[in-house]
């Protein structure tokens, strides 16, 4: 089983909708990310968390909210998305700082398209 | 102000050829450099990072070359094969390693042909 999982992994939705996107990981994890990818603009940070009770935002935050519902799990909501939300949407899980030899892993990614 | 910036945007090559990929990055709080390979329809998963301390890294056909004063850092592939054929992204984050939030280049896709 993978260890990092987004649901769902495609997502066709209408102006004003609101969209959760889920993510779940077995590694065992604290930190959690949720990155947004836009063709030829690479990866960019909308929030990250680094353990349950706490929660950042990214380069990118406007429009969206998260959710960190435990050590595993990490949602990503549209509250009325947008045309320009639509892109592909990756969750990344990462160690805390005693084990900084590790990395990050990221998911299979969410593909999402705004009416 | 792009942080990282990643040339070119895409690149073909012949096998056994020797793409090469440049970024530059501007903070340099910046100690942590991976490189992710990405392929469609999948998540970028870490192809090889290094630390300022060193100059450059290989594991094997994958070499980073590291420049500290340039605030540069670049991508080699010996004897690319057709399976290279993806999308790189580089990047750069705070605090050594790779558990906190990175900083993308906008990628380069690269295609090797047989």
């Given at each position: 089983?993978?260890?990092?999982?987004?649901?769902?992994?495609?997502?066709?939705?209408?102006?004003?909708?609101?969209?959760?996107?889920?993510?779940?990981?077995?590694?065992?994890?604290?930190?959690?990310?949720?990155?947004?990818?836009?063709?030829?603009?690479?990866?960019?940070?909308?929030?990250?968390?680094?353990?349950?009770?706490?929660?950042?935002?990214?380069?990118?935050?406007?429009?969206?909210?998260?959710?960190?519902?435990?050590?595993?799990?990490?949602?990503?909501?549209?509250?009325?998305?947008?045309?320009?939300?639509?892109?592909?949407?990756?969750?990344?899980?990462?160690?805390?700082?005693?084990?900084n030899t590790d990395t990050q892993y990221f998911g299979p990614g969410t593909r999402l398209t705004v009416l | 102000q792009q942080q990282?910036?990643?040339?070119?945007?895409?690149?073909?090559?012949?096998?056994?050829?020797?793409?090469?990929?440049?970024?530059?990055?501007?903070?340099?709080?910046?100690?942590?450099?991976?490189?992710y390979q990405q392929f469609p329809g999948k998540g970028p998963a870490l192809l090889i990072a290094i630390r300022p301390d060193v100059?450059?890294?290989?594991?094997?056909?994958?070499?980073?070359?590291?420049?500290?004063?340039?605030?540069?850092?670049?991508?080699?592939?010996?004897?690319?094969?057709?399976?290279?054929?993806?999308?790189?992204?580089?990047?750069?984050?705070?605090?050594?390693?790779?558990?906190?939030?990175?900083?993308?280049?906008?990628?380069?896709?690269?295609?090797?042909?047989?």
């Amino acid at each position: 089983d993978a260890d990092v999982t987004q649901t769902p992994r495609n997502r066709i939705t209408k102006t004003g909708k609101r969209i959760m996107l889920e993510c779940s990981q077995t590694k065992g994890h604290d930190r959690m990310y949720w990155y947004r990818q836009d063709p030829g603009l690479g990866l960019r940070l909308i929030y990250y968390s680094f353990d349950v009770k706490d929660i950042n935002k990214g380069e990118i935050s406007d429009g969206y909210s998260v959710s960190r519902q435990a050590q595993a799990k990490f949602s990503l909501s549209l509250e009325s998305a947008i045309p320009n939300q639509t892109a592909l949407y990756f969750c990344a899980t990462g160690p805390g700082l005693l084990r900084n030899t590790d990395t990050q892993y990221f998911g299979p990614g969410t593909r999402l398209t705004v009416l | 102000q792009q942080q990282v910036k990643q040339s070119p945007q895409s690149l073909i090559v012949q096998k056994g050829g020797i793409p090469i990929i440049n970024c530059a990055y501007e903070n340099t709080a910046f100690d942590y450099f991976p490189w992710y390979q990405q392929f469609p329809g999948k998540g970028p998963a870490l192809l090889i990072a290094i630390r300022p301390d060193v100059s450059e890294k290989k594991e094997g056909r994958f070499t980073i070359s590291f420049n500290k004063s340039a605030k540069q850092f670049s991508l080699h592939i010996m004897d690319s094969q057709p399976g290279d054929s993806a999308t790189y992204f580089c990047a750069a984050s705070i605090g050594g390693a790779g558990n906190t939030p990175l900083v993308f280049g906008k990628g380069t896709r690269l295609s090797v042909i047989a």
